[in-house]
């Protein structure tokens, strides 16, 4: 036994640990429970009664000189390390770099204000899918293929199928496919917001783009009517935009409403005298809203004989453009940052 320790103490004084994974090594190899002083130690008492103190010392001493220089290559490798990934030294003399804190994009924030209003009247959110299959965006909705009202939404097809119009996929042209999945998986009552992207194959402009976001609603319950629909979107406009801000119906047609109507509100940027945004009206179309279409409420397994409901549909970038006086739609996606930082703090 006390050969054996000889031999170890040698060992370990010249044991080569210039590397972190040296010092591994010879952690595992003398100072781990399973290295080879446990197994000395394990070994004590097969030595005879006489000899037992004295090689206890020994494997003590052997003990300590192995944790020693553990110890002392550790951290040697540390002051190594450190020294290697230290960044050099700062030079007090620059001038520092300011912190500049950023800001919500406009259509951000007008989308959660949109949400709050609504959410304070009982509505929650709901959200969808952008790729859709035609028949979430066109057929449910009362779209029959080749139907002229199609027009009105030109869009981006992914892919055409042979299997028929309904299969094709495309960039969904409103939220209302969200309405769709709603009403298929929920029973009445339904009373829900659906804000997101939306595309169509429009031409660029200072009212229009191909891409935009919108924000959707619909009620489905015992006994909704007209009143009902008025009554939430006059609140909306309210709660949106300035107390004295006058807002009219006018009838129009959607395939999915019947009767239809579209929400039109006094100009907030030229104050009705008449500019490019409301095409020297005074008035600026902000929604689309009507009776939600029996077949509709059909198509989606709940019993248009019990229950009614109202839909809306109405364009985020043209509220914003109404609420921060914002002339030309497209400066939502150059971020400019002249632009954006004139809404920093709101």
Known sequence: MLDK????????????????????????????????????????????????????????????????????????????????????????????????????????????RIIQIFERIGFNVADGPEIESDWYNFGALNFPDNHPARDMQDTFFVEKTSEGASSDMLLRTHTSNVQIRLMERQKPP????????????????????????????????????????????????KEMFEPGTQIRFRPSYFPFTEPSAEIDISCQICGGKGCNICKHSGWVEIAGSGMVDPQVIANCGIDPEEYTGFAFGMGIERITQLKYVVNDLRLYTENDVRFLRQFEGL
């Open 5 to 112: 320790v000889k031999e170890l103490d040698q060992e370990i004084k010249q044991f080569d640990i210039n590397t972190p994974e040296q010092l591994e090594l010879f952690r595992m190899k003398f100072i781990s429970r399973k290295g080879v002083i446990t197994e000395l130690f394990e070994g004590l008492k097969s030595v005879p009664q006489a000899d037992r103190r004295t090689v206890g010392q020994e494997l003590n001493g052997l003990k300590n000189l192995a944790q020693e220089r553990f110890e002392t290559f550790s951290q040697l490798i540390d002051e190594q390390r450190t020294t290697a990934n230290s960044a050099p030294p700062v030079d007090l003399t620059l001038p520092t770099i300011p912190n500049l804190t950023g800001t919500q994009h406009p259509l951000s924030l007008v989308r959660q």
């Open 190 to 237: 339904i009373r829900s917001i659906m804000p997101g992207r939306v595309y169509r194959n429009e031409t660029i402009s200072a009212r229009a783009h191909c891409m935009f976001h919108q924000v959707e609603g619909i009620y489905i319950d015992r006994n909704v009517g007209f009143k009902d629909l008025k009554d939430t979107l006059y609140h909306f406009v």
